[in-house]
């Protein structure tokens, strides 16, 4: 059981580090803060490169933190609130499937972001190594993952029209 978590851990953690990285630096084909904060800007992100800098802090964050198996339920939390904030600016318009562009891939990471938050990270984590506890038990779990939700819902507040030309 370890290693299955390990293993769902290293490809949901590291896609996440590697999708922040893209916002951040322009790696991976990524477009950096510039392009990144331009496009943020079309949705009603004012700055674009201030939300797009903290974007991909959260996504690369959370990426590491769930890769290693760190810091309980914080990189779920993380995870959820940049997945909700996507859904919400991008994807639900386009309906369920994410061959249409649609939210059935952002809900895929949700889940496995509340299997981590909720059964924890396995042997092979950095939190079981160290035996940290912290943000591990249920109650912690859900406190924060309802913080991600409410910063979830003030980023999505935050959005401003693009003003008129």
Request: with cysteine; glycine share 18%.
């Amino acid at each position: 059981m370890s290693l299955a978590f390990l293993i769902a851990r290293l490809i949901v953690g590291l896609g996440m580090a590697a999708h922040g990285s893209q916002k951040l630096f322009g790696w991976f084909g990524g477009y950096g803060l510039a392009g990144t904060g331009g496009f943020f800007e079309s949705l009603g992100f004012r700055p674009g490169a201030v939300f797009a800098f903290f974007a991909g802090l959260a996504e690369l964050g959370c990426g590491l933190l769930i890769a290693l198996g760190l810091g309980g339920a914080l990189g779920p939390a993380l995870l959820i609130m940049v997945m909700l904030v996507a859904i919400g600016t991008v994807h639900l318009p386009k309906g369920f499937w994410a061959s249409n562009g649609g939210y059935e891939y952002n809900l895929g990471l949700i889940a496995a972001a509340l299997l981590f938050a909720f059964a924890g990270y396995g042997g092979y984590s950095l939190d079981r190594s160290l035996e940290l506890t912290i943000l591990t038990s249920s109650h912690a779990a859900w406190i924060a993952i309802g913080a991600g939700v409410v910063l979830a819902i003030l980023n999505l507040l935050a959005r401003r029209p693009a003003p008129a030309p």
